[in-house]
């Protein structure tokens, strides 16, 4: 997947709250009010909103660092792979207790043609905001998350071999809790349409679990 996707808009957070409560989720904190990015794309080791389970039915809104710093301090990892996250002892044990998600308004690819990159803008063709699963874990620092991946599907396939795995809204209360598993997340898929754009936009609706 990507190493970028899009901040939040006012609009875009007030949205969310309301999502969350339609689906019957209490928020009991929430730091979202207080998050400025100062530019309009988040980044690897930027803090960024992100959704996490509180237990009995509630969930807290909190700004977290993108990516896991690496043992030996050299870079972080930001996306792990949705096929192994049980067999990988750093993801495994946050399957349990570690569980988020992140929401965006869209996300960002880059697909490589010979030594050229071009840029791709990634989002929901209904103008939904997206909800892409996540794990997090506790520092000594800080609280840090990465962003689940799977392979990509459709017209994303296209442009890169991976994408961040999506939830549907009806769904984001089942992954915090545990109720979906890695291996039916990953079986999500999506109905996509590719439109010229800036570079170029495309966009995506999703289907049901199957």
Known sequence: MCSRYSSLSKAEIIEIRKIIQDISLRIINDDFTDHVQPTNEIRPTNHAPVIISQGQGAVSFQNLRWGFQKWD???VIINARGETLET???FA??????RCVVPAGEYY???QAGREKSKHLIKNCKGNLLFMAGLYRD????REFVIITKDAWGDVADIHDRM???????QIEAWLTGKLSP???VKVEFNETVVPCDGMLVQMSFDDLS
């Open 93 to 98: 044990q946050l399957l349990k207790a570690g």
């Open 88 to 90: 990988k002892d750093i």
């Open 139 to 142: 520092t000594d620092k800080e």
């Open 164 to 170: 961040p795995v999506i939830l549907q809204s009806d």
């Open 73 to 75: 301090g050299k870079g």
């Open 109 to 111: 690819e880059w697909k």
């Open 183 to 185: 291996d039916d997340i």
